[in-house]
């Protein structure tokens, strides 16, 4: 079964500072895709960012990045330069090839600090 | 502007009662999902739909129902066999399930008591 492990419940960083989000993933299928989604207050789901397991460079867009290490299972969000509207619940997520649906981590609450 | 809509962002209901979410998409896509979100929790998977007049059950399908009769809509039912139906709701299409991005819309927080 697959299963997206995010461990820190909520952060509190300050601003400007760059953010490490941690995501741990197991999954046995060897072809998947690893996304990120932001949160904010409002409730909707904003897609930021996405890798698949077969890409070689990691992902990036804008001041997101996205660490995978494949060996570790490992998809660690980062947010550089962090602002003030950063601030929301952070989702990560995946999708095995042959599934028709994505399964979500329980998320972590960002909270940047002016 | 293509999009997402659910109606209505708030839903208050008496305990015993049906009540249809509503999702529509005008962003053509074959793909659609319901999720239900709790406090403090990840989403999980109602129903989706591959395609116009099909539709599987999720991870959480029980006392929930959904029809697909036009592309463009998704509308999910919570039946009085829901125990728990407080909860925020959330849409989301894709181009297709072997898609990897979704698009949501922005909610329904349904409250019954």
């Known amino acids: 079964a697959q299963k997206i492990t995010q461990t820190q419940p909520g952060m509190f960083v300050q601003e400007k500072e760059a953010v490490t989000l941690d995501c741990t993933y197991d999954?046995?299928?060897?072809?998947?895709?690893l996304f990120w989604y932001k949160q904010p207050s409002s409730g909707e789901m904003i897609f930021l960012i996405y890798?698949?397991?077969?890409?070689?460079q990691n992902a990036t867009e804008g001041r997101y990045s996205l660490n995978f290490q494949k060996a570790r299972k490992s998809a660690n969000l980062v947010i550089s330069a962090s602002q003030l509207g950063d601030s929301a619940m952070y989702f990560c997520?995946?999708?095995?090839?042959?599934?028709?649906?994505?399964?979500f981590g329980k998320g972590t609450r960002l909270h940047i600090l002016p | 502007d293509g999009g997402i809509t659910q109606s209505p962002k708030y839903l208050f209901r008496k305990e015993g009662q049906n009540v249809t979410l509503s999702c529509e998409q005008n962003?053509?896509?074959?793909?659609m999902y319901w999720y239900r979100q709790d406090p403090g929790q990840g989403l999980r998977l109602i129903y989706y739909?591959?395609?116009?007049?099909?539709?599987q059950k999720g991870d959480i399908a029980e006392g929930y129902s959904v029809s697909r009769e036009k592309k463009e809509s998704f509308p999910l039912t919570v039946t009085s066999a829901q125990k728990n139906p407080t909860a925020f709701y959330l849409c989301?299409?894709?181009?297709?399930?072997?898609?990897?991005?979704?698009?949501f819309g922005p909610g329904t927080r349904l409250t019954v008591t």
């Open positions: 989301a299409s894709s181009i297709g399930t072997d898609s990897y991005e979704q698009y």
């Open positions: 999954t046995s299928d060897q072809s998947y895709g």
């Open positions: 890798q698949g397991s077969y890409d070689e």
């Open positions: 962003l053509n896509h074959d793909a």
């Open positions: 997520a995946m999708r095995g090839y042959r599934d028709d649906k994505i399964i």
């Open positions: 739909s591959q395609i116009v007049n099909d539709f």
